[in-house]
């Protein structure tokens, strides 16, 4: 009982150090003062000012367009793979692929910025939308795959051996088991990698060009000039994305848990026809 106060009493604080500043900015985004020294009265100018700048309010949608492709394209490509990796025979392959993945994972921001823009140069490719949107896929992929990986290890293999026995082909157990049954870890992977890609701030560094810049650079560079409460107003709004982002994803999970236990119930159900 102790421990469980304790415990609770830890995640409090917790909580607290982690939200407090972003409230703090928040609160701020709304001070009429201009500056975050003292509240001197409420108003929405900042949010007006951020509404005028068609300059940031450009590199919002080009931050939320690098985000939506890249995540899209590193999910098709990261699902791929880890079904590569978990149908592979061998244990030290799946083991050595695994090792590969988990290298790009804990690998320094700066250490794969760097890398990319030593590969652009190389090659020659020019720094800009591009080079930012191949990176970002590039880093999100093990995301993706670290996210599919236990569903697959979840899944239940007897099915795609009744529907192989069945006749299916190989695109038909893909499409009508296997997707189906790892589209919980398809979908996180999705969103992790679209929150790792509107965060990410070191890579982008390296591999933006003149004339292109995510929120994150621009906010960077911005903010050496000084403290502007425009700021204060944009990541307001991006928290509030972010918070609603996290609330989708928790109902889409809440629903397919309801069905998962709808079919756990229901006698029909094909995953129980095919249990030995």
């Given at each position: 009982?102790?421990?469980?106060k304790l415990s609770?009493?830890?995640?409090?604080?917790?909580?607290?150090?982690?939200?407090?500043?972003?409230?703090?900015?928040?609160?701020?985004?709304?001070?009429?003062?201009?500056?975050?020294?003292?509240?001197?009265?409420?108003?929405?100018?900042?949010?007006?000012?951020?509404?005028?700048?068609?300059?940031?309010?450009?590199?919002?949608?080009?931050?939320?367009?690098?985000?939506?492709?890249?995540?899209?394209?590193?999910?098709?490509?990261?699902?791929?793979?880890?079904?590569?990796?978990?149908?592979?025979?061998?244990?030290?392959?799946?083991?050595?692929?695994?090792?590969?993945?988990?290298?790009?994972?804990?690998?320094?921001?700066?250490i794969i910025g760097?890398?990319?823009?030593?590969?652009?140069?190389?090659?020659?490719?020019?720094?800009?939308?591009?080079?930012v949107l191949f990176?970002?896929?590039?880093?999100?992929?093990?995301?993706?795959?670290?996210?599919?990986?236990?569903?697959?290890?979840?899944?239940?293999?007897?099915?795609?051996?009744?529907?192989?026995?069945?006749?299916?082909?190989?695109?038909?157990?893909?499409?009508?088991?296997?997707?189906?049954?790892?589209?919980?870890?398809?979908?996180?992977?999705?969103?992790?990698?679209?929150?790792?890609?509107?965060?990410?701030?070191?890579?982008?560094?390296?591999?933006?060009?003149?004339?292109?810049?995510?929120?994150?650079?621009?906010?960077?560079?911005?903010?050496?000039?000084?403290?502007?409460?425009?700021?204060?107003?944009?990541?307001?709004?991006?928290?509030?994305?972010?918070?609603?982002?996290?609330?989708?994803?928790?109902?889409?999970?809440?629903?397919?848990?309801?069905?998962?236990?709808?079919?756990?119930?229901?006698?029909?159900?094909?995953?129980?026809?095919?249990?030995?």
């Open positions: 009982m102790k421990n469980t609770s009493v830890y995640l409090f604080v917790v909580f607290v150090l982690l939200y407090l500043p972003i409230f703090y900015l928040i609160y701020y985004s709304f001070n009429a003062a201009g500056t975050m020294n003292q509240f001197d009265g409420f108003t929405l100018e900042h949010y007006t000012a951020l509404a005028e700048d068609t300059r940031l309010l450009t590199i919002a949608l080009d931050t939320v367009r690098v985000a939506l492709i890249s995540s899209l394209a590193a999910t098709v490509i990261g699902t791929m793979g880890a079904i590569g990796i978990y149908f592979s025979r061998k244990r030290r392959t799946q083991g050595l692929l695994m090792s590969l993945n988990n290298i790009l994972l804990v690998s320094p921001d700066v760097a890398s990319f823009l030593l590969l652009f140069t190389l090659v020659g490719f020019r720094l800009g939308f591009y080079s990176s970002h896929i590039a880093f999100s992929i093990p995301i993706v795959v670290l996210m599919v990986l236990p569903r697959l290890e979840e899944m239940n293999p007897h099915m795609i051996t009744a529907a192989r026995d069945l006749g299916a082909s190989q695109w038909q157990v893909l499409k009508e088991i296997i997707l189906p049954s790892i589209s919980s870890g398809i979908l996180a992977g999705f969103f992790m990698a679209f929150t790792y890609s509107i965060d990410d701030f070191a890579v982008t560094f390296f591999v933006t060009g003149n004339g292109f810049a995510t929120l994150s650079v621009e906010i960077y560079s911005r903010a050496r000039q000084g403290v502007s409460l425009e700021i204060n107003a944009l990541s307001t709004i991006l928290f509030l994305v972010a918070m609603a982002i996290v609330v989708g994803y928790y109902f889409i999970q809440k629903q397919q848990r309801t069905r998962k236990k709808i079919l756990a119930v229901d006698p029909t159900n094909h995953e129980k026809a095919v249990m030995p």
